[in-house]
């Protein structure tokens, strides 16, 4: 598929025809009545660019109650471009027309709008306010808010300078450009495990629609712009992408631009975002119905409240996103010291993600072994990236839940400096001196370098 396309997926079903008298549509497992207008009631998109093309999926059904939906085909459907212009169904063929039943949405390379992609948030939107309401027993008028800010959340692409793909090390691909694209997409990583390579096509294949991913012998630009790159919603503002209880993951991460974000699918439990350091054998759902976009986020947010499995927790994650936090919750809450209960909300970004997406870096003074990152080559690799190629700044830290993170920004810092000198000379001199993350900290902390945001 090509780059150039915004590519949905959804069902057409057959058998019913535009304009006409609708007596019966298949809706998330129930038929409801509609008569003298189309059944769908949003237009397809909204055209924002150039000709666009829809990939659609073909499916039929002699069985809408039974919910048996044959696949029976691929088309693409291109539309000339006028631009802000909205369009409805279109026909496929012989008594065959678009109609959602549900909708999966890849945005490749450009913002789009997406007004009628929310079936499943639609659906399950009374379910997720009951929820609030009588299980989490929140006053229903913050429940806007509640969304608001969580769907603000940092958005982190991790990647692990410090390791390599097959001969490749990551570091490598940090360059000082202003364009090349960087985190690359997990399908694209040369030398991934045939049990890697299996779970990813599952996801790729049956949820977004992709052609099987196929075996890279090194990292190819060409490969990037179609494939999804993983990444985490940081609801609970971590400096790092994964708990360290997560031990072995990725110790780097992008943080996405908000103006990247209508390219980012979201859905409920971690699947992909901490390979190719973590061997994961099975992903949570392929069910399309269960991911969503952050503005259509209703159905995603029940999944991941039912996965916390204590409500007082799930209570005190309510208020901590409504008091408008930006740091880690204290390790002295409930919340604090149950980082592991809070289910991942993963996200997959469609389209190449280059400096222009990225916003801020953030990286351990530690390797994913626990040993020093920061003052290594790879660790000046992040830094030459930040602020050369991005024109942003590194946040550094201790931990994942650390209260309080050290910035970045400039080569010519003389207190950074201080501290910087002489762990890069720990890496480039004989010397017999020990330099660890705890000698790195304790500098910073002596001259009053760590701030909390």
Same mark, same amino acid.
């Given at each position: 598929?090509?780059?150039?396309?915004?590519?949905?997926?959804?069902?057409?079903?057959?058998?019913?025809?535009?304009?006409?008298?609708?007596?019966?549509?298949?809706?998330?497992?129930?038929?409801?009545?509609?008569?003298?207008?189309?059944?769908?009631?949003?237009?397809?998109?909204?055209?924002?660019?150039?000709?666009?093309?829809?990939?659609?999926?073909?499916?039929?059904?002699?069985?809408?109650?039974?919910?048996?939906?044959?696949?029976?085909?691929?088309?693409?459907?291109?539309?000339?471009?006028?631009?802000?212009?909205?369009?409805?169904?279109?026909?496929?063929?012989?008594?065959?027309?678009?109609?959602?039943?549900?909708?999966?949405?890849?945005?490749?390379?450009?913002?789009?709008?997406?007004?009628?992609?929310?079936?499943?948030?639609?659906?399950?939107?009374?379910?997720?306010?009951?929820?609030?309401?009588?299980?989490?027993?929140?006053?229903?008028?913050?429940?806007?808010?509640?969304?608001?800010?969580?769907?603000?959340?940092?958005?982190?692409?991790?990647?692990?300078?410090?390791?390599?793909?097959? !001969?490749?090390?990551?570091?490598?691909?940090?360059?000082?450009?202003?364009?090349?694209?960087?985190?690359?997409?997990?399908?694209?990583?040369?030398?991934?495990?045939?049990?890697?390579?299996?779970?990813?096509?599952?996801?790729?294949?049956?949820?977004?629609?992709?052609?099987?991913?196929?075996?890279?012998?090194?990292? +190819?630009?060409?490969?990037?712009?179609?494939?999804?790159?993983?990444?985490?919603?940081?609801?609970?503002?971590?400096?790092?992408?994964?708990?360290?209880?997560?031990?072995?993951?990725?110790?780097?991460?992008?943080?996405?631009?908000?103006?990247?974000?209508?390219?980012?699918?979201?859905?409920?439990?971690?699947?992909?975002?901490?390979?190719? $350091?973590?061997?994961?054998?099975?992903?949570?759902?392929?069910?399309?119905?269960?991911?969503?976009?952050?503005?259509?986020?209703?159905?995603?947010?029940?999944?991941?409240?039912?996965?916390?499995?204590?409500? $007082?927790?799930?209570?005190?994650?309510?208020?901590?996103?409504?008091?408008?936090?930006?740091?880690?919750?204290?390790?002295?809450?409930?919340?604090?010291?149950?980082?592991?209960?809070?289910?991942? %909300?993963?996200?997959?970004?469609?389209?190449?993600?280059?400096?222009? +997406?990225?916003?801020?870096?953030?990286?351990?003074?530690?390797?994913?072994?626990?040993?020093?990152?920061?003052?290594? +080559?790879?660790?000046?690799?992040?830094?030459?990236?930040?602020?050369?190629?991005?024109?942003?700044?590194?946040?550094?830290?201790?931990?994942? $839940?650390?209260?309080?993170?050290?910035?970045? !920004?400039?080569?010519?810092?003389?207190?950074? $400096?201080?501290?910087?000198?002489?762990?890069? %000379?720990?890496?480039?001199?004989?010397?017999?001196?020990?330099?660890?993350?705890?000698?790195?900290?304790?500098?910073?902390?002596?001259?009053?370098?760590?701030?909390?945001?």
């Amino acid at each position: 598929m090509g780059s150039e396309h915004l590519a949905l997926e959804f069902c057409v079903v057959s058998e019913y025809v535009f304009g006409g008298n609708f007596t019966r549509f298949y809706h998330e497992g129930r038929l409801e009545e509609s008569s003298g207008r189309w059944p769908c009631d949003w237009p397809i998109f909204k055209i924002l660019d150039d000709t666009i093309g829809l990939r659609v999926r073909l499916c039929s059904s002699n069985d809408f109650r039974a919910s048996r939906v044959v696949h029976i085909g691929w088309a693409t459907i291109k539309f000339p471009a006028r631009g802000g212009e909205q369009y409805s169904a279109h026909k496929l063929g012989s008594n065959v027309y678009v109609c959602i039943w549900y909708v999966f949405i890849l945005c490749v390379n450009w913002c789009c709008q997406h007004p009628l992609l929310t079936a499943s948030s639609t659906i399950r939107s009374t379910a997720m306010g009951n929820y609030w309401q009588f299980i989490l027993q929140q006053d229903p008028n913050n429940y806007l808010k509640f969304v608001s800010l969580l769907i603000s959340s940092p958005i982190l692409l991790p990647f692990d300078a410090n390791g390599k793909a097959g !001969n490749t090390p990551i570091s490598s691909l940090l360059t000082n450009s202003t364009s090349a694209p960087f985190p690359p997409p997990l399908s694209c990583y040369p030398s991934l495990a045939t049990s890697q390579l299996a779970v990813i096509t599952s996801l790729e294949t049956s949820v977004f629609g992709l052609s099987p991913p196929t075996v890279q012998t090194s990292f +190819d630009n060409s490969c990037f712009a179609d494939r999804p790159v993983y990444g985490v919603l940081d609801t609970l503002h971590l400096r790092l992408p994964f708990r360290d209880s997560q031990t072995g993951t990725a110790k780097q991460a992008a943080i996405l631009s908000r103006d990247a974000t209508p390219r980012v699918v979201i859905y409920n439990g971690e699947a992909l975002s901490s390979s190719p $350091n973590s061997n994961v054998s099975s992903i949570p759902t392929t069910d399309p119905r269960r991911f969503g976009t952050l503005n259509h986020i209703n159905h995603v947010l029940l999944d991941f409240f039912q996965a916390i499995p204590d409500l $007082n927790i799930a209570v005190q994650f309510v208020n901590y996103v409504l008091s408008s936090a930006v740091i880690p919750p204290p390790s002295d809450t409930l919340l604090g010291q149950s980082l592991d209960a809070i289910p991942t %909300l993963e996200v997959a970004i469609f389209g190449s993600v280059t400096p222009p +997406d990225v916003k801020g870096i953030v990286s351990s003074f530690a390797t994913p072994s626990g040993g020093l990152f920061f003052g290594s +080559d790879d660790s000046l690799a992040v830094r030459d990236w930040a602020m050369v190629g991005v024109r942003t700044s590194v946040t550094w830290t201790e931990f994942a $839940n650390s209260p309080e993170i050290v910035n970045d !920004n400039s080569f010519t810092d003389n207190a950074f $400096n201080s501290v910087w000198n002489p762990a890069f %000379l720990y890496f480039h001199s004989s010397t017999n001196a020990t330099v660890n993350v705890g000698n790195v900290t304790t500098a910073f902390t002596a001259i009053d370098k760590f701030t909390s945001t």
